[in-house]
Structure formats: C-alpha cells, structure tokens
C-alpha cells in the first residue's frame, strides 16, 4: 500500500521553532509504565568532558493500540505520528509507516501522512509497536529516558464533517517481553533480539482483539517540541533470497545477491519452546559458511523461540548483510528481508561502460549511497549506525546527483546546525546520545553547505545555515591560530579530535604527533576551505565574501612561509616536519591552494604515490587532480587497478563501496560505508563536465576535459527538473542528450567535440 508525505512548501517556516499541528496538540504522550516517576536525563556534554550518570529502562518493547468506530468510510484521512525512540505503525494490521527520523528532543519530528486507503467503515485498529533502547550511541538520541508514543488522526466525511482520533488515557499497552535483553553489537548501537514467539499476543494489531488485560498507559507529555519531519517514510521492499542452499538437518544459507539493509522475516512452524538459530553475515567464512561474527565488530547471532503455530518472525531493529543462515529449522522457512531506506529511485541514474571497472566501481557506488541512506545517512549501517559530517559531505553530494531529492541532506545540515547547541563549532556526529568532536569535520561545514546550494539552489537553508554557524565556528578555531597563523595544539584531550584519515595505517606516514602541536597541514588545509566556501557562498548569496576570502589569503601566506618545502616543492606534513605526505599535499590542491608550493610537483607525488590513503580522502585526493588540471591523472585514479582503489573493493566481491579499499586494510572493516562513493559525483562534474551554471541547476554547464585514451561510456543524471544524458564515444565526442528547458552553456577544449541535443 502507497502512502504519501503531506510537506508544506515553506520548509524553513519553522526552523528553530515548534510547529506542532492543532491536532497533535489535543493528543496525550503516551508511555509504557516502567517509565513512571524515571527523570529525564541531560546527555549533552564534550566528548572530553566527563560524562553523564546515565540510570533508566533500557531495550524497552511496548505496544500499543486503540479500536475506533468510524460512522462511514471517511473521504480523507490524515494521520499526525510521532515516537520517541522508534515505532512502526499499523492501521487494521497492515504496516503504515515507521520512525521518526533520529533527532534531538528540542526539534523533535512528526509524520503527516494520508491514509485514507487504510480505513473502513466500523471497527478499525490503530496500532503502535514502540520501542526504546536506552544506550548511548551514534543510533538516536536515547539513554535520556525520553519515551513514549502520540498520534492524531484527522477524519474528513462525505457531509463535510471532520472527526478526530487521538492518544490518550483510554489507549491500551502491554509490555512485551518477547525479546528478552541479550548483548549489544557494534558500539553498543543494537541489542540482538532472541525472540520469543510465544511472548507476543496473535492478533493484536487486528480490529476486535481483546486488551482488555493490558495495562493503561502513562499519559504526559515530556519536554520535546515538535516540527515536521522534512523527509518521506522510508522505502520498504521486499527481497527474497536469490540462491538458497539446503544444507540438511535444518541448516539453511541464503543469498540476496548483494549487501542490503533491512528487517529479517521468516515464516516457520515448530513445536513450542523450539529454538531456531538466525545468523546474518555480510561474507562468507572460509568454511564457505556465513561469517557472522563480522569485522565490523558485530556478532550477528540471534535465537527465535517458536510457538506451535505458523510464526510470523519479524527482526525489530534493521541489520547490514548479504547472508543469512537458518540452523535447526524444524522445516524449510519462508524467508525474505524488508529492505528499507529513504525513497530511492533507481531508474533515475544509470552508467554503463567499456571499462567494466569503472562500471562496476559506479555500481557498488550508488549500491552504497541507496542502502546507506536511511532516515539518516549513515557512515554504516552495522557497527555505528550514525550520521557523520565528514561522510555526509561525500555520501549527500552522491545521493543529490544519483536521485535530484535534497530532502535527507537538508536533514543532514539542519542536525548539524542544531549540534551547536553543544558546542558553536558543531559535532562530527549527529544527531545522537554519543558526544564525538572532530575538527576536520566541523570544518568541512561551510564545504557541504556550499555543495548543496550548488546543487539545490535552496537558499532558505544555506542562509539560514551559514547565519546560524559561521561566525562561532570560525571563531572557534581562530582561537588555536598560533603566532605564524596556524591552528595548532587542537587534540582530544582539550579541543577536538584530528582525524586526517581514517584508519591511521592509511595516513601515508603522516607525522601526525607532531603536527598537533605545531600546526597540522591537512587540518589547515580544511581550514583554508572551508574559508574559501564560506566566502563563495556569501558570494552566491548576493553578499560580500572579502571579511572569509582575507582570512584565506593570510593563511595561504603562512602555508607558504612555514609550511612549503622549497627544496621539494611541497608542504610538508607540519612546520619544521621532513615528511611530505600525500594528504599534506592532495587536500590543499583540492581548495586550489598551492601558495609557495610547486603545483607540479604536487601532482607528482600524487602520481608517485597514487590513493596510498583511505577511502574518505580519496575524494580530496581525486578531486584536487581534476581542479589542479591533470584530468587523466585523476581519472586514473578512478580507473586503477592496484591494492589501493575501487578494483580491489571488486575483486573482493564488494557489492557495495567498503569502509576500507579491501577488508584486511583495517581491522573492523564495514562491507558497507557509502563515504567511499564519491566517484558517482567526480564521474558526473568532473569526467564528463556536467555542473549547474546557476545555482539548482536552473542552467547547465558542459565542460569536459581533455583525457587520453578515454573509454565508450554513457551517464544519465537526474536533475531537479529533467534530466542529462551523457554519452562519450571514442573518435566522436561527448553527446549531451538534455530534457527541460533550462539553457546550456559548453566550454571545452579544442579537442573535445561536443554535440547537445534537446529531448522533447
């Protein structure tokens, strides 16, 4: 069943403010009794601080639900949702809807949804199935015991008349207790759920099931403010296995073909009390098994108690993998995935080529951006589960060039701007209960903010963005600025934590310990950036830039006093430092900054040393080569075949983009970690020329480089209206296949022959 988003057009009407609907007004806050007299806790701290006394109910499973009698069917029905952690919604037991998106309390989402097709006249249920984990983490903003479960229904008739349905005392819950607390995965980002078939009441979601032995609920509201949630209800389709193998002795392996997200369901009858064992995996063991103790330090194993009738086992929380294996299975399952992320159209962008690794390095790609963006976007989908800032600028700007819906990074921006409400230069993590700080990445803010006024031409946002951020951010680092114009003494223990590249075995080298006190290239780099993207902005936005661009310019001036090698012609990892690492070099070359450096012989060592990084920076490193004017290196990299790129993730029999280039390049690698997508945007703006020449793309740009001995391949990319189909053919040129009416503005080499048609 179809549901549709009700989003008004005015997304920033209430930005920074409650905007709860008069309906949701007239509705309680419902909560499971265990809560009764448990305060609310204050999580917020810096990550150096000492932290919280966290004390409350944890992995808490309550359901909920309500029979209401309808006069008639009703023309129009809208349904205002909201629940603290999480919930999955049912109307006469057929799944509605799941959420909210995570988010901090002060800015708290709701769902308005039409689900007129849901109801009847007579009896219909409305059911809550709410949980609340507990722990702090990357996942939600939980452990701060704010729980509970609201809702408002809104009924329109034939005759004009409206009627109302709302959370209340005379709603009832029961505690389930089906899964039992087990141990957590990941960093402590999910319990695993041993299920108990015979714990949870058949036919509670049903009209006519009776509750009358549940419990009231507690009904009051807590201290969260609520806004519309700006993004749609998450996809869910269902994927059945592709190969399954019968093992014997009721031991099942399933394929589903690729690394996917979502909720495990079987259907399986046993005698009661026993025990099938469910093991999902994201490879296979050496034993050709499911690995299912993962690098990415998850151990997925979970035991599902049956109860003498045909089970309907469904997994509650969302896991990462490819494989499932079912052991002591009284009989062979039905078993398929409710694979889930934010709406994804996967027809709108496709790639094809001669070079088939190139092909297949886009397709894990945008495999990654699809299953990684999910109410968040997530650095994985396992082991964190967390929406980062440094990932986001890669994974966001894939996901906008792969699908024209701005809608989940706008999200992304907006929780980083409230993040400041624990610290003005913002957190590298958000939204979430686990305080993590690091400074790269809040400077690489202005970067994303610029990229998506770029690519959306959302002013609203961007302004509010930079308005609401730059002055204390900026400020914020000014105070580290040593007496040479540096940022430098920032670490862990007293501001924030200097990532450069992640995992350390992937830093070049870098003289990392050193650097800290005396001025760390890569972060100064970032620094210069996200001066640079904040004086564009201004720019863009009809403002004057000069106050960002000065502060640039005395930075560039100190990179080139204490930071160039003049014997090498490069910078070195830090002042005084006699290591030239790649990423002291391809950062600043990405911001265009080559100040008393030798920009050749940057783009040398980049040649010498090729993506001797990790996957993250690989987007620095790459794009630093296309702006610096050497295409074909920058291509090369996209397309090489060593130890260290997108050929090796294949070899491997990657189907998505990996958190590493191969999966003993870190020791938790994740199989899944859409940071390392950005050859879907560097194939799009900067392979075949393609970017907005006004803001939202209400222009284009065509302007491929000049690269040797480049393959036959084909892009098609969505854009906010219309779409652009790319073509190049060896000894014929790029053929640019435009539908929409917004102009086309080409500028090439003399060598590039360019031909632009209009798609009726």
Request: glycine share 8%; charged share 20%; with cysteine.
């Amino acid at each position: 069943m179809r549901y549709t988003l009700i989003v008004g057009l005015c997304i920033f009407a209430a930005v920074g403010a409650a905007s709860e609907p008069e309906a949701l007004a007239k509705a309680a806050w419902l909560r499971d009794p265990v809560f009764a007299g448990v305060s609310v806790l204050d999580l917020f701290h810096r990550e150096f601080e000492p932290k919280p006394e966290i004390s409350g109910p944890t992995h808490v499973h309550t359901l909920f639900r309500k029979d209401v009698i309808l006069k008639e069917t009703p023309t129009a029905a809208t349904l205002f949702i909201t629940g603290d952690d999480y919930y999955k919604f049912f109307i006469n037991g057929g799944y509605v809807a799941q959420g909210p998106a995570p988010a901090y309390h002060f800015a708290y989402p709701y769902y308005q949804l039409d689900v007129t097709n849901s109801l009847r006249a007579g009896v219909n249920c409305l059911a809550a199935h709410v949980y609340y984990q507990g722990l702090v983490n990357r996942v939600w903003n939980s452990a701060d015991n704010r729980s509970g479960f609201m809702l408002a229904l809104e009924l329109r008739y034939g005759d004009g008349s409206v009627e109302r349905f709302v959370t209340g005392e005379d709603w009832r819950c029961f505690q389930l207790k089906a899964f039992a607390a087990a141990d957590t995965i990941g960093y402590k980002t999910q319990f695993l759920e041993n299920i108990d078939m015979r714990a949870i009441p058949r036919g509670w979601r049903e009209a006519g099931f009776d509750d009358s032995g549940w419990l009231s609920p507690l009904a009051g509201r807590q201290d969260h403010r609520f806004e519309l949630q700006a993004t749609a209800p998450l996809q869910i389709t269902r994927y059945d296995p592709v190969k399954t193998d019968d093992l014997g002795d009721g031991r099942y392996v399933y394929d589903f073909g690729q690394e996917i997200v979502g909720h495990t369901r079987l259907r399986v009858r046993g005698p009661a009390g026993h025990v099938v064992t469910v093991r999902h995996a994201e490879e296979l063991g050496d034993d050709g098994l499911p690995r299912f103790e993962m690098r990415a330090n998850c151990r997925y194993e979970e035991m599902v108690t049956l109860s003498d009738d045909e089970d309907p086992v469904e997994f509650y929380d969302y896991r990462a993998f490819r494989y499932l294996e079912v052991v002591n299975a009284p009989g062979a399952p039905e078993v398929w995935v409710d694979v889930r992320h934010h709406p994804f159209d996967a027809e709108k962008a496709a790639f094809t080529s001669d070079n088939k690794i190139l092909e297949g390095t886009w397709t894990i790609c945008r495999n990654a951006v699809q299953m990684g963006a999910q109410e968040v976007f997530v650095d994985c989908p396992s082991r964190e589960k967390g929406q980062y800032l440094g990932d986001a600028v890669i994974t966001g700007r894939s996901h906008v060039w792969l699908t024209a819906d701005p809608s989940l990074l706008r999200k992304a921006i907006l929780d980083f701007v409230y993040s400041r409400v624990i610290h003005p230069a913002l957190m590298a993590v958000a939204p979430g209960s686990f305080m993590q700080e690091i400074a790269d990445y809040s400077l690489q803010f202005p970067v994303l903010v610029l990229e998506y006024y770029r690519l959306t031409g959302d002013r609203a946002t961007a302004e509010y963005a930079a308005k609401t951020v730059y002055q204390d951010l900026f400020a914020y680092f000014a105070g580290f600025e040593n007496k040479n114009g540096l940022l430098a003494g920032i670490d862990k223990k007293n501001a924030k934590w200097v990532l450069v590249d992640w995992p350390e075995n992937l830093r070049d080298g870098y003289d990392y310990d050193y650097s800290l006190k005396k001025g760390n290239t890569v972060l100064n780099a970032f620094y210069y950036g996200g001066l640079r993207a904040a004086a564009e902005l201004e720019t863009l936005l009809g403002g004057d830039g000069g106050a960002y661009n000065e502060r640039a310019d005395r930075l560039a001036v100190s990179f080139a006093e204490h930071l160039a090698d003049p014997e090498t012609g490069l910078y070195r990892d830090a002042p005084g430092s006699d290591h030239h690492s790649l990423h002291a070099n391809a950062v600043p070359l990405a911001f265009g900054l080559t100040t008393g450096a030798d920009k050749a012989r940057m783009l040398e060592l980049i040649r010498s040393k090729g993506l001797s990084c990790g996957v993250y920076i690989a987007s620095y490193v790459i794009e630093g080569c296309f702006k610096a004017g050497d295409a074909a290196l920058g291509f090369a990299l996209l397309t090489a075949t060593d130890e260290h790129s997108w050929s090796e993730m294949l070899r491997h029999g990657a189907t998505t983009c990996m958190e590493a280039w191969g999966p003993d390049q870190k020791w938790n690698t994740s199989w899944l970690h859409p940071w390392g997508s950005c050859p879907i945007y560097l194939l799009g703006q900067y392979v075949f020329g393609l970017s907005p020449a006004a803001p939202g793309w209400k222009g284009v740009r065509v302007a491929p480089p000049s690269i040797p001995e480049l393959p036959a391949m084909e892009l098609k990319v969505p854009l906010p209206s219309g779409s652009i189909i790319a073509r190049y053919t060896p000894g014929e040129g790029y053929v640019y296949t435009v539908s929409g009416d917004f102009p086309v503005e080409q500028d090439a080499p003399g060598d590039r022959a360019i031909r632009v048609v209009r798609k009726p």
